[in-house]
């Protein structure tokens, strides 16, 4: 057993966060894996590919792989690179070819509904390379198939709908208010999510923007006989009206407390406020009410490029300030600018029984370039045909 971490990537306007539980189970919060991280010449992007080989773990020792990827939704800034990071397709048919490629296997996908409604048309290449592997594996457990719930084609699917397209997967469906204790199909004893959101009326409207279909998480460990040791939100990009909704209609205090936030979409206005910063400057009460349930100690990661006292949003001067004068400018942190804007490593939390410990030296910071890739793959390994 380990000390289990919370990892946040630095990827510029864009999420990427991976949770390391006790038993080493690795679980990946959205991903935007652009080319230039490839690139070992750019320190000023980290190479999330290579982290994920370097540190990640091997499916019968062979396949490189991660237990779970959850989509919050499917812009572009969560998902970016989907295609070229992860190997998509039958499992039987991972061969030298993937592996030389670092592709890693997902042995469990989760997602949203939102992404299969016949009005989200304009999805982008990662979305879209996304989207069909869920579908690919939908079909598999449709149809109750022979080996739906292997490494590679298992599924869970978040969130209310009347889509038909989601007929028959009763059994892989999780509704908000819920909490999950198995991932990947193994029962955690000390680590739960608590699902929040997405709801219902956003995933099925036309009206709706994709930001608010995000999935909404609340992560709790226990650590060492501590009951919720800590507690991490992530939000995707949901906006202010669904975090009042949130409050509204979480009856459990708990589920609203936390002790490390993710700025939702990557430090925008839009958490404070559903009109544009010009308009409305005065941020909406739900919001600074979920602000005001941090527990001691707690601290916010906003994942964005660096914050500068200009017109950008996201990641917006405001919103920064806010959040500074809820946990204090030391306890805010920004994934572009730590250690230094020209070159940012990873922000890694482990979690004691005392809540979460900030890494000041994590072990990430080894992985610099796309060279990490060539020496994590090594000698490429067969699974099942080529």
Known sequence: MQDPRITHFPVGNGDCSLITLSDDTQVLIDCNVTEDSRDEDEESRYDVHAHLLKYGKKLNGKIPHIDAFILTHADQDHCRGFEATFYTGDPASYGDGHAKKGLLLIDELWFTPRIFSPHEDELCDSAQAFRKEALRRMDLHKARAAGRDNPGNRIRIIGYTDNPDRKGLDHVTTVPGTYVHVIDGKLKTDFCFFVHAPFKLETDAAWSERNDTSLVLQARF?????PAAALAFFGGDAGAAIWEKILERSDDESTLQWDLFLSPHHCSWTFFSEQPYKDNKVPAD???????????????????????????????????KLYKKEVGADRFHVTAETPSEKRPLPIEFSISANGPVLEEAPAASAVASSAAVKAAVGTPQTYGRR
């Open 286 to 320: 739900a919001s600074l009410e979920i602000l005001a349930k941090a527990r001691q100690g707690a601290r916010i990661v906003a994942s964005c490029k660096p914050i500068r006292n200009d017109d950008d949003n996201p990641p917006h001067w405001a919103a920064a």
């Open 222 to 226: 226990d650590v060492e006989g501590t």
